[in-house]
């Protein structure tokens, strides 16, 4: 299996709610800090509306997407855009993973919702890490 070049990394728009800020500062510490070089940010908002430069990342790349709720969006969103969804992370699931920090915030997370995302972020390193070493070690991590 041949290593992708980037990791798309499609958050939840849960706009007005804890865990859809908690998956989207998880994408922006994954994609600015963690793994610069290795992902690729995708708004979700322009897959919905059809976005072609979006859904031309989507169909070039495999995609990590991150879901604050049930209704799983992110990931509805890439399959239907054409797109591979290399694993998703429900924000709910990872908080039952940690749940010494209780998000709370909308436009401004606390420091419960900052370590949440943050962990998160690294759970979505390893998945990254794990696909990019697939052709250069010959293994899955």
């Known amino acids: 299996m041949r290593a992708p070049k980037q990791i798309a990394i499609v958050p939840c728009s849960g706009i007005g709610k804890t865990y ?10 994954t994609t600015d800090e963690i793994r610069p070089g290795d992902t690729r940010l995708v708004a979700l908002s322009r897959l919905v509306l059809g976005d072609e430069d979006a859904r031309g990342v989507i169909a070039d790349c495999p995609a990590v997407t991150i879901d604050g709720c049930k209704l799983a969006c992110a ?15 429900a924000v709910l699931d990872v908080y039952r993973r ?22 998160l972020a690294e759970e979505i390193a390893q998945a990254v890490d794990q696909a990019m070493q697939v052709d250069r070690e010959g293994q899955n991590g």
């Open 75 to 89: 990931t509805k969103m890439v399959q239907e855009s054409g797109g591979t969804v290399l694993q998703d992370f």
């Open 20 to 29: 859809g800020s908690v998956s989207r500062e998880a994408a922006y510490i």
């Open 98 to 119: 940690y749940r010494q920090f209780k998000p709370q915030g909308i436009a401004e997370l606390n420091e419960g919702g900052q370590q949440l995302a943050r962990a």
